[in-house]
């Protein structure tokens, strides 16, 4: 007498786990739902190309006037996959003898931490891969894209001349969604005008249930949203995009041994043990590419800016002074500087700065003329100052 083992039904057990992590893990992530999403990556990194340097067009005097040319230019920006992956090891006794699917209701749990960490590391760099980019509150913040409360009432800070909203828009970026904390509800609420009647209504809701300036505005419940590093995240979500790896792989595991990370000792044998083990693994990647615009030549703003805490994260100054390598070192002036994603260019002294959380960071030094020069910084506790030395090209 034979029967259908686990071995045999195994490929039906997968097919059913990876359509739920495909089709559930999105719906537990607000950057999944806003931002763009690219097709599947076939390989650990994709290429986007972005217009780095735009044309421009010249009036021609007089009927034998000069036209002058320009070029165009393009960049690379990279989406790398970094994976996420769990292991829930279950003894076969206690799914025996459950009365509910065991099963059926941890996938849901892997489904809300999978959006959970994605929003974490992508808006605040919590548990960052070392393969990604800088998250978006840290690109903000060198775009000088921070609003600090102080005494401006929640409008003000938001909706007003100077607000969150204003930040984004004045490089020509539209507001495509917003994102908060659940504490923020009771805030924008709590708003009155001067007749002391509540304005968070109509004028401030759209569509959805709740919205600013008729971009809906979330309120992510999967625990990811740092309330501590911002209160309210504003941006041009279409500008963010991800790609999900097509490996992503569900096993049901009955062999094997599960090792501690940290000490590679053997915690479970799950067939010495009569354990069945759930593993997911998850790859995805996304980037910030931040085209050059009209608004924006140079590529230094952000399409994003978020609202201060009433006690701000603490931040270092790092200040970088660039010179050439002449027998008199001399200023440079222009010079392009990209670190943690964003962009900035040395004034007049050939002095840029960044204010950066604790880490470690590379910075790109570039100007045409010189040699390109690549540096590695570490951000502790004390601010950072750095000389550069740029090559003249022969």
């Given amino acids: 007498m034979t029967m259908i083992s686990r071995q045999d039904a195994e490929a039906l057990i997968q097919a059913q786990v990876q359509k739920s992590i495909l089709q559930d893990s999105p719906k537990n992530?607000?950057?999944?739902?806003?931002?763009?999403?690219?097709?599947?990556?076939?390989?650990?990194t994709t290429r986007m190309k972005v217009l780095?340097?735009?044309?421009?067009?010249?009036?021609?005097?007089?009927?034998?006037?000069?036209?002058?040319?320009?070029?165009?230019?393009?960049?690379?920006?990279?989406?790398?996959?970094?994976?996420?992956a769990v292991i829930v090891p279950i003894p076969d006794a206690v799914m025996n003898d459950a009365e509910i699917d065991i099963m059926g209701e941890v996938l849901p749990r892997i489904n809300e931490s999978i959006g959970q960490c994605v929003d974490?590391?992508?808006?605040?760099?919590?548990?960052?891969?070392?393969?990604?980019?800088?998250?978006?509150?840290?690109?903000?913040?060198?775009?000088n894209n921070n609003v600090a409360p102080g005494s401006k009432d929640m409008y003000d800070l938001t909706l007003g001349e100077n607000g969150v909203f204003a930040k984004v828009?004045?490089?020509?970026?539209?507001?495509?969604?917003?994102?908060?904390?659940?504490?923020?509800?009771?805030?924008?609420?709590?708003?009155?005008?001067?007749?002391?009647?509540?304005?968070?209504?109509?004028d401030m809701q759209g569509t959805t249930n709740y919205a600013l300036d008729g971009?809906?505005?979330?309120?992510?419940?999967n625990g990811s949203f740092d309330k501590a590093i911002a209160q309210m995240i504003v941006g041009d979500f279409t500008n963010l995009v991800y790609a999900i790896r097509q490996d992503v792989t569900v096993k049901i595991l009955t062999e094997g041994v599960i090792q501690d990370p940290q000490t590679k000792e053997?915690?479970?044998?799950?067939?010495?043990?009569?354990?069945?083990?759930?593993?997911?693994?998850?790859?995805?990647?996304?980037?910030?590419?931040n085209p050059a615009t009209r608004l924006d030549g140079d590529r230094m703003s952000c399409p994003f800016a978020y609202l201060e805490p009433g006690t701000p994260v603490?931040?270092?100054?790092?200040?970088?002074?660039?010179?050439?390598?002449?027998?008199?070192?001399?200023?440079?002036?222009?010079?392009?500087?990209?670190?943690?994603?964003?962009?900035?260019?040395?004034?007049?002294?050939?002095?840029?700065?960044?204010?950066?959380?604790?880490?470690?960071y590379t910075a790109k030094f570039?100007?045409?003329?010189?040699?390109?020069?690549?540096?590695?910084?570490?951000?502790?506790?004390?601010?950072?100052?750095?000389?550069i030395v740029l090559n003249i090209k022969n």
């Avoid at 992530?29 to 650990?44: H, I």
């Avoid at 971009?215 to 419940?221: M, R, W």
């Fill in 120 to 143: 974490s590391a992508i808006l605040f760099g919590v548990n960052k891969p070392i393969e990604w980019e800088s998250d978006v509150i840290t690109r903000a913040r060198q775009a």
């Fill in 169 to 202: 828009e004045e490089f020509g970026y539209m507001i495509t969604g917003a994102i908060a904390s659940t504490s923020m509800k009771s805030k924008l609420r709590g708003l009155r005008d001067a007749n002391k009647q509540p304005i968070f209504k109509n």
């Fill in 266 to 289: 053997i915690v479970y044998n799950l067939a010495q043990q009569d354990m069945t083990a759930l593993r997911v693994v998850f790859r995805m990647g996304w980037a910030l590419p």
């Fill in 52 to 84: 780095d340097l735009l044309p421009t067009a010249y009036w021609v005097n007089g009927d034998t006037g000069m036209k002058k040319t320009s070029k165009q230019a393009w960049d690379n920006v990279y989406l790398t996959a970094a994976e996420l």
């Fill in 215 to 221: 971009a809906p505005l979330h309120f992510p419940q």
């Fill in 29 to 44: 992530s607000v950057v999944f739902q806003l931002a763009k999403k690219l097709p599947n990556m076939t390989s650990n």
């Fill in 314 to 360: 603490t931040t270092q100054k790092v200040t970088f002074t660039v010179k050439d390598n002449a027998d008199t070192a001399a200023e440079i002036q222009g010079v392009k500087v990209t670190l943690a994603g964003a962009v900035k260019k040395t004034n007049a002294s050939g002095v840029v700065e960044f204010n950066l959380r604790k880490g470690n």
């Fill in 366 to 387: 570039v100007k045409e003329g010189y040699t390109q020069v690549t540096s590695e910084i570490a951000v502790d506790a004390t601010a950072v100052t750095k000389d």
